[in-house]
Each structure stands twice: as structure tokens, then as C-alpha cells.
């Protein structure tokens, strides 16, 4: 035998895999697991052998894994599925499998990744894109697009809902006299009270500055919305206590409705911030509705 020749051990290999390799019978009970399935899931190959995979999968994946299990049994190869499973600890991982069925020795072998950093950054930049940086209210785009989705409901269940934009009515003062940081604190203070006068099914959002958006779903039975404005523009005109300075604001709020005022999010958000204009024109600390000219 040539002395420099290597000679590879498959079982040494897969101990040092970082992946994890499985091996489960046509019952769904793992009869094999590599080392790596410890660092990935936290359980030892003891542990885990002679149980149900599905022991270990996250619940609200199950069915989604038995219908792929389901596809793999059939004889078709899976080169990338992903689903979630729980860690020893109670953690959940996001898992990416590569699997196939050996109809000669009747059992299942899959290679697991795990992807959870991944799926943490995806989540994280996808929250960053719909979310203010300061407020981490929604933004625009998220704002837009949950509208878009409130007035599919409605259409559908033949109900109303309503955009009501706020300006704040003296936050360049603050701003100028007190500086930006306790402008932004300001903001913050104003995004937590806008908060506490919705309900959990409407959205408040910040669009930039100091002007914000709410859609109230359902305000035909449900809510009233120039109720909810006028409870928004009497709390917005309490002081705000910030570092022992008292800052006070008020709001000019616009409202249209759908259906009777628009059909689109860009034309409701449009309306609604005409009539916001016209309540700064009369003075501030106003609410009113868009009327057709």
C-alpha cells in the first residue's frame, strides 16, 4: 500500500460532520443518528433511538413534515425542505433537510442543516423594512400593505374601516427649543399613547416626522372613528413629563373611510391627509372628516 495514501473512514467522517445524518424506518423511528444530531438538537444518539421523529418536531410543523415524509416514501428525492424542530433545551431550531427513501434497505436518510441564524437575520432584516427605527411602529410600506389587506376583509365581509392621519401640532417647537433627542423621545411617547386608544385588531404606524396613520377595521358596528380620534387628540394634548421638562402638543387628525370616501390605500391615505390639512388650516387640535369638494 502506497504510505501516502489516506485511508478514510465513512463512520470517522459523518462523527465529524457538522450536519447531522438520520436514518429513520418506514415507521418514522430513527435507527441511526450522527454525532452532529447532538450539536444541532441537543440529544445524544441514545436518546433518540427507537423514537418518532415527530416526538421532535415543532407542533405546528407536524403535518406540513408528514405530508413531505409522505412525498419522500413515495420515491421522490427532497433536496431542500426546511421545517422546525424543538432543542433538548425548549429552543426551537429552523432545520434544512436533504432527504431521500432506500426502497433496498426499507429506511429513510436525511442530512439536517441547521439554519437557524439564517432564519433569525431573515427575520430581523424583514422586520427592519416594515418597522420605524425609532418607534419601530410600522412604516409605510408595512403600513400600506396592512391597509391593502384590512380592505380585502372588508370588501369581503361588506364591512367599513377608516385611516385616520395625525399631525402633531407643535413638535417643531419642541424640537427647536428642546433638541432632537428629546424630540425623539417625545415620538416615542406619542407612538405609546396612539397605542393605548386602538385595539389590538387596528394598526397605528408611524409615516415619517411627526405624522402617524390608524386604520380602524370594522367602524360601521364595532368603533366609531371620529370616537377613537377625539380620544386620541384629548390624550395626545396631555403633557408629556420627559426629563423633568413638560412638553405639550396637540394633533390635527384626518379621516376617510372606506368604503364611502375611497377603495385604494394610496387614495384613503390621500383623503385622510387632505382632511388632516384642513384641520392644521383651522387652527390645530382638530379632528376632521374628507368631504368631497
Same mark, same amino acid.
Given at each position: ?174 424640537? $427647536?427649543? *428642546? ?11 406619542? %407612538? &405609546?399613547?396612539?397605542?393605548?386608544? #386602538? !385595539? ?9 416626522? $411627526?405624522? *402617524? ?11 366609531? %372613528? &371620529?370616537?377613537?380620534?377625539?380620544? #386620541? !387628540? ?60
Amino acid at each position: 500500500m502506497d504510505d501516502n495514501k489516506v485511508v478514510i473512514n465513512l463512520a470517522d467522517v459523518m462523527e465529524l460532520m457538522l450536519d447531522a445524518v438520520c436514518v429513520v424506518d418506514k415507521f418514522g423511528c430513527f435507527v441511526f443518528v450522527s454525532a452532529g444530531f447532538e450539536h444541532i438538537f441537543g440529544y445524544t444518539p441514545q436518546e433518540v433511538i427507537g423514537r418518532n421523529m415527530v416526538e421532535f418536531v415543532y407542533p405546528e410543523d407536524t403535518q406540513g413534515t408528514l405530508g413531505t415524509v409522505d412525498t419522500i416514501l413515495s420515491g421522490q428525492l427532497q433536496r431542500r425542505f426546511e421545517n422546525r424542530w424543538v432543542h433538548k433545551d425548549g429552543k426551537v431550531v429552523n432545520i434544512l433537510w436533504s432527504a431521500r427513501w432506500s426502497e433496498e434497505h426499507q429506511v429513510r436518510i436525511a442530512v439536517a442543516h441547521d439554519i437557524t441564524e439564517r432564519k433569525e437575520m431573515e427575520a430581523s432584516l424583514l422586520y427592519a423594512a416594515g418597522h420605524d427605527d425609532l418607534t419601530k411602529l410600522p412604516n409605510r410600506t408595512l403600513l400600506l400593505d396592512r391597509l391593502q389587506t384590512a380592505l380585502i376583509l372588508a370588501e369581503r365581509e361588506r364591512t367599513m374601516l377608516s385611516v385616520l392621519f395625525i399631525d402633531i401640532d407643535g413638535f417643531k417647537a419642541v424640537n $427647536d427649543d *428642546f433638541g432632537h433627542i428629546m424630540g425623539d423621545k417625545l415620538l416615542l411617547g406619542i %407612538a &405609546k399613547r396612539l397605542k393605548s386608544c #386602538i !385595539r389590538k385588531s387596528d394598526t397605528v404606524g408611524r409615516l415619517g416626522g $411627526d405624522e *402617524f396613520l390608524i386604520v380602524l377595521h370594522n367602524t360601521h358596528k364595532t368603533v366609531n %372613528a &371620529k370616537t377613537v380620534a377625539d380620544k #386620541i !387628540r384629548t390624550k395626545l394634548a396631555q403633557p408629556f413629563i420627559i426629563e423633568g421638562a413638560q412638553l405639550e402638543v396637540s394633533s390635527s387628525i384626518g379621516i376617510a373611510s372606506y368604503p364611502e370616501n375611497g377603495t385604494t390605500p394610496l387614495e384613503l391615505v390621500q383623503l385622510a391627509d387632505q382632511a388632516m390639512y384642513q384641520a392644521k388650516k383651522s387652527g390645530g387640535d382638530e379632528v376632521i372628516f374628507y368631504l368631497p369638494l
